[in-house]
């Protein structure tokens, strides 16, 4: 073991004497083990302070958690740093935290409140990169578990940061004291002085939210270097540092962040990492179901004209042009707008039967395309949902800011025409970082970039769990983040990674600011001519999230066509019933897929879908018999398909006993949890 550590003290690496202590890395009283090589070689000063942090209360033993929401595992992780933190055990006075957007990192400083209640600290200062995330992270100070005694304060340029008589209230009417700053990247650059006087005079620990964004070659972010430079003169006058990010592999380097080079490429290395694999095993995101669309793009280039299939180019190049082409030409991308509104209005079809509904956000490449995106989804689809644009160009009516607030607006329920709520936004570069909207069903993506960094935090918006539907029954399982995305080998590449992500995770689990960096489009090249363009095909995904195979599309594709309906099925659940023989269809011109198997008749089917609505009837009237009555799930029926059951054919009695079955499914589910 003295060898084997070069004579040096694990823990501060300097020379062991002559007593060193030998330790058990986990605690003998939990493994009862005494092992060589699950030992290491301490000085007795650093093993009295790993011993003294192990005995000691942790977070969770003087903050219960909340029964209904178990801690995830980046949060417990947290836990013990705070505990090697306090004991002085940490070998630099920065953490850095790589956790998912979305995964749940502001819970982090709330937690951190705990060293303000044991007197190592008085004060936190967090700061973000957007006005929007400063209101956010104030707003989820109040009334959260994980700190259940400090409030929070909005404050940039502002001397003192915290008044005296909100630092410590003698004013009954502030039952909470202030102790924790949420100020702005540029808030804290243009005045600095008044953080780091605040800092002499108080003990603080200093929170990094998206540290990336001091990066001085951070796309559309040139104030980054004075950001940084501010930044830099806080840091030592703070307790600790804590590093937060969501996509901190963006390819750059980041402040106050640490790497290793492993053969041409370097790493950066995190103190807690929680990933995508991680937040789905936990159930603290939803699976995502791509739709990846593919095109026909024609160009020209040094004069030369191409025609290309987007999914087919051969070069990056000709698949950025390809790309370009298709969202400012021709019908691609107003066809993939009809696509994904149509899959939307279908599925708020599907949550009627939980008194719920979701929201749809389209990602426009400029300002002037969001707002043609807008006025195409208003015109076609105006009668059955709310559409509103949201860019730093907005010239008429609220502010950009005001329209994303009234797109979050949510109560859980489809409401009336008249009220200010949107079930679609079109922005640019604004709903990324900072729009928390759980009940986002459906993300279209028709943008430039391809920044894993930036394509994460767009998608990341569609992932969130949408707790409120889980109470109304909508439940992890049956929600899905559905992506209408191009296809093209930028954009593949990143989600292939997320796919492969969630398919381990299921494996293992079943057995107006400165706009954010975004979408700048490429610089015009004069040889590069874009001049049509139109969908070629969309491409399902199959349960674990590969892509499906082309004549499998191709059958889904046209089943949703011909029949609607069954839109509010994941399109591998389509394919499931129709080789279980659930749905005989065959596609003009393609071979059968029915597998010789003659069709029901219709008056079995009918039978059929009467004992599955009654089934449905008992299980709702057992719940509530005072709200529910029998025939309930036979008005549901006629409201889904816009007919009875007399009325029907026996391709419409098939798709209505197939949605009875899901939805027997799901509430049988229900039932047993």
């Not at 700053?181 to 620990?205: L, Q, T, W």
């Not at 969309?538 to 191709?554: F, H, L, P, Q, V």
């Amino acid at each position: 073991m003295f060898l084997g550590a070069n004579g040096s003290c694990t823990m501060c690496g300097e020379p062991l004497p002559a007593g060193w202590h030998a330790d058990h890395i986990e605690r003998f009283a939990e493994t009862r083990r005494t092992n060589v090589h699950e030992m290491q070689p301490l000085c007795p000063p650093c093993h009295i302070k790993k011993t003294s942090m192990e005995n000691a209360r942790g977070f969770f033993d003087d903050r219960k958690p909340d029964p209904s929401r178990k801690p995830r595992q980046h949060q417990t992780a947290f836990a013990d740093e705070l505990k090697r933190i306090n004991a002085g055990m940490t070998a630099r006075p920065v953490t850095v935290l790589d956790i998912l957007p979305g995964g749940g990192k502001s819970a982090l400083p709330q937690m951190n409140t705990w060293r303000i209640d044991k007197g190592l600290i008085d004060a936190i200062i967090w700061v973000v990169p957007w006005k929007s995330l400063k209101k956010q992270a104030c707003t989820g100070f109040n009334g959260n578990a994980f700190n259940p005694v400090y409030a929070a304060i909005d404050r940039d340029n502002e001397a003192p940061l915290i008044p005296t008589s909100d630092f410590n209230p003698r004013n009954p009417d502030r039952i909470k004291p202030v102790r924790v700053v949420v100020a702005s990247y540029a808030g804290v650059a243009h005045n600095p002085e008044i953080y780091k006087d605040f800092m002499e005079k108080y003990r603080c620990d200093l929170f990094l939210d998206e540290v990336h964004h001091l990066c001085e070659n951070e796309p559309g972010e040139e104030d980054a270097k004075n950001w940084g430079k501010a930044i830099g003169e806080l840091a030592p006058l703070a307790k600790h540092v804590f590093a937060m990010g969501g996509t901190l592999d963006n390819g750059q380097v980041i402040p106050f962040v640490n790497y290793e080079v492993a053969g041409e490429r370097s790493y950066h290395v995190a103190d807690i990492t929680y990933g995508f694999g991680d937040a789905i095993k936990e159930e603290a995101i939803i699976q995502i179901e791509p739709m990846r669309v593919n095109g026909y793009a024609e160009f020209s280039h040094k004069g030369e004209k191409r025609e290309v299939i987007l999914k087919d180019a051969k070069s990056i190049k000709e698949s950025k042009q390809a790309l370009r082409t298709c969202i400012v030409t021709g019908d691609y991308a107003q066809d993939m707008l009809a696509a994904a509104a149509k899959s939307f209005l279908q599925h708020q079809r599907f949550l009627e039967q939980f008194d719920y509904s979701s929201k749809m956000l389209v990602v426009a490449p400029d300002t002037k395309a969001a707002d043609s995106y807008k006025e195409f989804l208003e015109h076609r689809f105006g009668s059955e949902m709310r559409v509103a644009v949201a860019h730093t160009n907005q010239r008429k009516g609220d502010s950009p800011h005001d329209t994303i607030e009234d797109f979050k607006k949510a109560d859980g329920y489809p409401h009336s025409r008249d009220r200010k709520q949107y079930e679609c936004l079109v922005t640019v570069g604004m709903a990324y970082e900072g729009l928390d909207v759980p009940d986002i069903s459906h993300l279209v993506a028709l943008t430039f970039t391809r920044s894993k960094a930036w394509i994460t935090q767009m998608i990341a918006r569609a992932w969130r769990v949408d707790y409120q539907g889980v109470k109304k029954g909508y439940t992890w399982a049956m929600q899905r983040a559905f992506l209408f995305v191009p296809d093209d080998k930028g954009m593949n590449d990143i989600l292939d990674k997320l796919r492969k992500e969630q398919k381990d995770a299921l494996c293992e689990k079943e057995d107006v600011l400165p706009p954010i960096p975004g979408p700048t489009p490429p610089p015009t090249s004069s040889t590069f001519v874009p001049h049509t363009s139109d969908i070629e095909e969309i491409s399902y995904a199959t349960k674990t999230g590969e892509r499906m195979a082309e004549m499998d599309s191709y059958w889904v594709g046209e089943l949703l066509r011909v029949r609607p309906q069954y839109a509010s099925f994941a399109p591998h659940l389509l394919i499931e019933m129709r080789d279980n023989g659930e749905i005989v269809f065959t596609p003009s011109g393609e071979p059968s897929q029915d597998r010789g198997k003659e069709p029901p008749s219709h008056a079995a089917l009918r039978r059929e879908c009467q004992d599955i609505a009654a089934r449905i009837d008992t299980i709702f009237i057992q719940r509530d018999p005072d709200r529910y009555q029998h025939g309930y799930a036979n008005r549901q029926a006629v409201r889904q398909f816009n007919m009875k059951r007399e009325e029907m054919g026996v391709e419409d009695l098939i798709a209505c006993r197939d949605w009875l079955n899901q939805w027997l499914a799901s509430i049988e589910e229900m039932a047993v949890v």
